[in-house]
Nanobody, 123 residues
Framework: QVQLSESGGGLVQAGDSLRLSCAAS????????MGWFRQAPGKEREFVAA????????YYADSVKGRFTISRDNAKNTVYLQMNSLKPEDTAIYYC????????????????WGQGTQVTVSS
């Protein structure tokens, strides 16, 4: 079992920045890859970013590439999502999740999910 807890969401204006954190417990953090997804009202959950457990290789959705940065600190059992130049269309609940194997952008490949943190970007 893995427990995930996101934090750092909030209400910001367009162009502002936020950093989301996701703290993991229950299993050695460095044994799984991590991803961030988001879900806006009335829409499906969509892939945002992922990071490999060992190489640190990072993958991004086209919609956030160049604005968002995923990182992880295995010593702190935490993954981060730095979000810059936020846009109103980034408004969503953001979730972190673990993945052992599979395609990063496939929501069904992920095993454990956090409860989510709300990000609201006003224009």
């Amino acid at each position: 079992q893995v427990q995930l807890s996101e934090s750092g969401g909030g209400l910001v204006q367009a162009g502002d920045s936020l950093r989301l954190s996701c703290a993991a417990s229950g299993r050695t953090f460095s044994t799984f890859d991590m991803g961030w997804f988001r879900q806006a009202p009335g829409k499906e959950r969509e892939f945002v970013a992922a990071i490999n457990r060992s190489s640190g290789n990072k993958y991004y959705a086209d919609s956030v590439k160049g604005r968002f940065t995923i990182s992880r600190d295995n010593a702190k059992n935490t993954v981060y999502l730095q979000m810059n130049s936020l846009k109103p269309e980034d408004t969503a609940i953001y979730y972190c999740a673990t993945i052992d194997s599979g395609t990063y952008c496939d929501v069904n490949a992920y095993d454990y999910w956090g409860q989510g943190t709300q990000v609201t970007v006003s224009s």
